[in-house]
């Protein structure tokens, strides 16, 4: 068929009776119970898809309902790892609630939906533990959309964006589902097991990346209660090693490859390797690719050194990364480690005895101060003075023959130099004894007079 793009014109058409024959059932239904009569009808006879659909739409509303007395739109992320899993297990129960138990299951609908479960389930407790699902929890972006849209706009963009399209993308993507429904005859080949492969691998590779950054984040937060000094790592505030160092965002990367390692099904299933439901996972990755540079501009606008992590790192796909934000940067040496100083008192014992090994190192942070007597600091403070004293009394006659020395001889060397003259009080104080402390003590006090 010429219009069948990817086999959706079976599924336009199948769609279409549904639609009216939902339509009819509706208006023929004058009460409640005859209302909720037709749509179990439905749910159980009509096309799965379009039973799919329908409850896409129920959610859709109630989600868009309650955000608006609550002013919080996050509901369909609280919903975003349960819902698809309803749906894989909705296409692969149908033929037994619409036929009976002895419709036998599907196994290539049964390891989608397994799949699907294992999925669903991690990301789910993923979000638990980081409080998704309490009452007033809402993703930190949509009060940043809010506070700069027009309230009129932020309503037109929930109805239709946040909580219609988000819906229909979680249906999407598990439309790969639908087509294994439509081709159950078909049996399992070599690319469903390579396709099994892939997502369980990309399942384990986004759950390794949520769990170093959740211990990452956990222990910095941990550091920030105690208030104790951060690393340099949690001083930056966010995480650059493990997965990180090759990649901004890892677990982004591994969702978008999970939902494409599913789409692999539709194409065992139906021999395709183009088909329609590959609009799910491209959707999905245009929203990633959307969502992605405003969760950035955030984390930038919070911490100075990301825009550094930008240059060095890939955004999504993991590839080789420059060098680490830890590295010295051009030009700048590595400052080397600080060597403790060892107090004076260790250095002389050790030197004292050089028969015995040495005692570890004292630093003079880690000695304690010794608390000594006033008498006995003025003590040793005079002690002290008088051993300088001393020392320059001695430096003196070494000084002055230098001095001597370093005359420079006549110029006529016929005519012997004159000795220095000296007056007769200095002549009288070379024959008089040398004076101590205790007599220029005594002289200071009597005024100067002998």
């Not at 609280?78 to 009976?100: E, M, Q, T």
């Not at 590295?327 to 060597?339: L, M, N, Y």
């Amino acid at each position: 068929m010429a219009h069948d793009w990817g086999g959706y014109a079976a599924v336009h058409s199948t769609l279409s009776f549904w639609r009216g024959w939902l339509d009819s059932s509706l208006k023929h239904s004058s009460d409640a119970g005859s209302v909720l009569n037709v749509f179990t009808r439905f749910y159980v006879t009509a096309d799965p898809l379009a039973s799919a659909i329908l409850v896409a739409l129920v959610l859709a509303l109630l989600c868009f309902v309650v955000s608006l007395p609550t002013n919080r739109h996050s509901w369909v992320d609280k919903l975003w790892s349960i819902a698809p899993v309803c749906y894989f297990w909705h296409f692969a129960l149908h033929d037994r609630l619409a036929h009976g138990a002895g419709v036998p299951l599907n196994y290539r609908l049964v390891c989608m939906a397994a799949l699907a479960t294992l999925w669903g389930s991690r990301l789910t407790y993923n979000f638990a533990r980081k409080g998704g699902y309490r009452w007033a929890e809402e993703d930190y972006r949509w009060p940043y959309i809010r506070a700069r849209v027009h309230p009129l706009l932020f309503l037109i963009f929930n109805a239709t964006f946040i909580a219609v399209v988000q819906h229909l993308l979680l249906l999407a993507i598990c439309a790969p589902a639908y087509v294994a429904w439509q081709n159950v005859s078909r049996p399992q080949g070599a690319l469903d097991i390579v396709a099994t492969f892939l997502c369980s691998g990309f399942i384990l590779f986004e759950a390794l990346a949520d769990e170093q950054q959740w211990a990452f984040q956990s222990a910095k937060h941990a550091a920030i209660r105690t208030k104790r000094r951060l690393s340099p790592a949690f001083a930056r505030g966010f995480l650059t090693e493990g997965l990180f160092r090759y990649s901004r965002h890892p677990n982004f990367w591994a969702e978008q490859c999970i939902w494409w390692s599913f789409y692999l099904f539709s194409v065992a299933a139906s021999g395709r390797w183009l088909n329609w439901t590959i609009a799910g996972p491209l959707a999905l990755s245009a929203l990633f690719q959307g969502s992605t540079p405003l969760t950035e501009q955030m984390t930038a606008a919070k911490y100075p050194a990301y825009k550094d992590y930008q240059r060095t790192t890939s955004r999504l796909m993991p590839w080789f990364p420059g060098p680490s934000l830890d590295a010295p940067k051009e030009g700048q040496d590595t400052p080397a480690a600080p060597t403790p100083r060892v107090s004076s008192r260790r250095r002389a014992a050790s030197a004292a005895t050089p028969g015995t090994p040495a005692a570890p190192a004292e630093t003079e942070s880690d000695a304690e101060p010794k608390t000594e007597p006033r008498a006995s600091r003025g003590r040793a403070a005079s002690a002290a003075t008088t051993a300088t004293k001393r020392r320059s009394a001695k430096a003196a006659p070494v000084e002055a023959v230098a001095a001597e020395e370093a005359v420079p001889a006549p110029s006529n060397p016929a005519r012997p130099a004159r000795s220095p003259r000296k007056s007769a009080k200095a002549l009288a104080a070379d024959d008089g004894p040398a004076p101590t402390r205790h007599s220029s003590r005594l002289r200071s006090r009597s005024g100067g007079s002998d």
